[in-house]
């Protein structure tokens, strides 16, 4: 039985604002805890004025009193930009208010441009390695550092029983390596990279997997963008303002809102961006529930998993709930 989760960037539609996007993925996190989902992750992207979501901590402890059952984690924390030591001390605190809840996914994109990392890494004067970083982070949430670890004195506090689960997000066969040699879970970016490189990831993580305090057995999850609605046509229409704020996206363009469909509709688009909307629908499932439903079961029997993450990166907030809903229906979800 696939398990479905819901990656959330917090778009800001067009006409809309900051404030709104958030409180509107606030009511998606309670619709998809009600609906049956099991998991529902939040982003950290900085300087992308389209979308509100910037600290993945912070909307989580909100987003954890909000709801009920369902998990709540980050996809992802940009884990370059900041300390091991504090990021666990982060996640303890929601796993302490919030046991057996919390997930604690990392990245080592930046989340924005260049300024944007030097703004976030101005006072550092020697940067650590993404897999020391790792390396840390797991031994400050499993009370586990080596006697001739620099901060081996440390504890990461609070004390708590339970640790939350950690997932290392990626979109190439890098992340998948340093997943394996952690014992950590694996979630591949197929929304990013859906042109084969993920199926190669995905075997040399669970062929070097190690076991470890935080997981057995590994543990693969796959993220893809979707977009469902009544009809294919209905959705087809929708794609469409998709299509445009990714293409902004990819061009750097920064626009301060997430387009509507009638914008992308009035669009003059050139020969190339026309070719790269093509591109781009590799990264997306565009249907009704039932055409999706197919579509990501072929792509969990692909990645052999039962773990899909769909991210519902779609013009106006109405259609984004429509959009769970009838999956959660055509998947036969049992929410509450």
């Not at 666990?88 to 302490?96: Q, T």
Request: aromatic fraction near 8%; charged fraction near 20%.
């Amino acid at each position: 039985m696939i398990s479905l989760n819901i990656l959330d960037y917090s778009p800001i539609d067009e006409g809309s604002n900051a404030r709104e996007a958030l409180l509107q993925t606030t009511e998606m996190a309670k619709s998809a805890d009600k609906l049956g989902y099991s998991r529902f992750w939040v982003s950290e992207h900085h300087q992308t004025f389209s979308l509100a979501g910037s600290n993945p901590e912070m909307l989580m402890m909100h987003l954890a009193a909000s709801t009920e059952r369902i998990r709540i984690g980050s996809g992802g924390v940009m884990l370059p930009h900041y300390s091991s030591y504090k990021v666990a001390e982060n996640f303890r605190i929601l796993e302490a208010l919030y046991p057996n809840r919390i997930d604690l996914g990392i990245g080592r994109a930046p989340g924005g441009n260049r300024l944007v990392t030097y703004a976030l890494n101005e006072e550092k004067s020697r940067p650590l390695s993404y897999e020391q970083q790792v390396e840390d982070l797991k031994g400050f949430l499993t009370d586990n550092v080596s006697v001739d670890h620099r901060f081996h004195e440390l504890i990461a506090t609070p004390v708590i029983e339970t640790i939350p689960e950690m997932w290392l997000l990626g979109s190439s066969g890098g992340s998948a390596e340093i997943a394996a040699a952690n014992g950590t879970a694996f979630t591949f970016a197929h929304f990013i990279n859906p042109f084969g490189a993920g199926l190669t990831a995905v075997n040399e993580y669970r062929k070097n997997f190690k076991p470890s305090a935080l997981l057995e057995n590994p543990k693969v999850m796959i993220g893809v963008f979707a977009i469902v609605a009544e009809t294919n046509e209905e959705a087809e229409e929708i794609a469409k303002a998709f299509d445009l704020w990714l293409l902004t996206v990819e061009s750097a363009q920064t626009p301060p809102y997430y387009p509507s469909i009638q914008t992308a509709i009035d669009y003059q688009y050139r020969p190339r961006e026309i070719e790269r909307i093509s591109s781009n629908r590799n990264r997306v499932l565009v249907g009704d529930a039932k055409k999706v439903k197919r579509e990501i079961e072929k792509l969990a029997e692909l990645y052999d998993t039962n773990e899909i993450t769909i991210l519902p990166n779609i013009a106006k907030s109405t259609n984004r709930m429509k959009s769970i809903q009838l999956l959660a229906e055509a998947f036969n979800l049992s929410g509450v």
